[in-house]
T-cell receptor, first 115, second 115 residues
Framework: GAVVSQHPSWVICKSGTSVKIECRSL??????MFWYRQFPKQSLMLMAT?????????EQGVEKDKFLINHASLTLSTLTVTSAHPEDSSFYIC???????????FGPGTRLTVL | AQTVTQSQPEMSVQEAETVTLSCTYD???????LFWYKQPPSRQMILVIR??????QNATENRFSVNFQKAAKSFSLKISDSQLGDTAMYFC????????????FGQGTRLTINP
């Protein structure tokens, strides 16, 4: 099956610093990638949708200047949390979709802790 | 906008029993997909089963089957001969067939299989 990786799997950073999370599709070309945020014991909340080579589409209420998304190639998307604060601490999950398949394949997630 | 509702926050059954998780959804779309995802303690999202709305036949995958009632907008998951490894959060999700193929998730049901 299709494999999606995320790096790092966990990160701890100081308040005010920026953190970059990578999402890679390992064995297929992802025309679309999605970024989700999940708080403890809650469901996944879609943050943004990114298509290769174009700007990301953010969901209502998600600060685009805070969460920078880049989808520069068909196998890589990055999420940068800028000037992170403790309230940004969460579990971030990416998923990737190939145009031919109406299914998203999920990465293992990244746990971000901001001190 | 589409909404997905899972009315059972938690369920618990004994090993080898059969359990049914409920899901209802609301949409004005006619062509769409429905999914059940499993999220074990590792937090990796795993696709359990998928149903295409235009197919009347209920999808099955080994011990997992669905009861898809399109008119009632209901999509329940039945797990037969439950195993300890089935312990996880289960999310029901909706995706339009055309246009922006975002997944809309329900709130989740925490399922515990007891030995």
């Amino acid at each position: 099956g299709a494999v999606v990786s995320q790096h790092p799997s966990w990160v701890i950073c100081k308040s005010g610093t920026s953190v970059k999370i990578e999402c890679r599709s390992l064995d297929f070309q992802a025309t679309t990638m999605f970024w989700y945020r999940q708080f403890p014991k809650q469901s996944l909340m879609l943050m943004a949708t990114s298509n290769e080579g174009s700007k990301a589409t953010y969901e209502q209420g998600v600060e685009k200047d805070k969460f920078l998304i880049n989808h520069a190639s068909l196998t890589l998307s990055t999420l940068t949390v800028t000037s992170a604060h403790p309230e940004d601490s969460s579990f971030y999950i990416c998923s990737a979709q190939e145009r031919a398949y109406n299914e998203q394949f999920f990465g293992p997630g990244t746990r971000l802790t901001v001190l | 906008a589409q909404t997905v509702t899972q009315s059972q926050p938690e369920m618990s059954v004994q090993e080898a029993e059969t359990v049914t998780l409920s899901c209802t959804y609301d949409t004005s779309e006619n062509n769409y997909y429905l999914f059940w995802y499993k999220q074990p303690p590792s937090r990796q999202m795993i696709l359990v089963i998928r149903q295409e709305a235009y197919k009347q036949q209920n999808a099955t995958e080994n011990r997992f089957s669905v009861n898809f009632q399109k008119a009632a907008k209901s999509f329940s998951l039945k797990i037969s001969d439950s195993q300890l490894g089935d312990t996880a959060m289960y999310f029901c999700a909706f995706m339009k067939r055309e246009g922006a193929q975002k997944l809309v998730f329900g709130q989740g049901t925490r399922l515990t299989i007891n030995p």
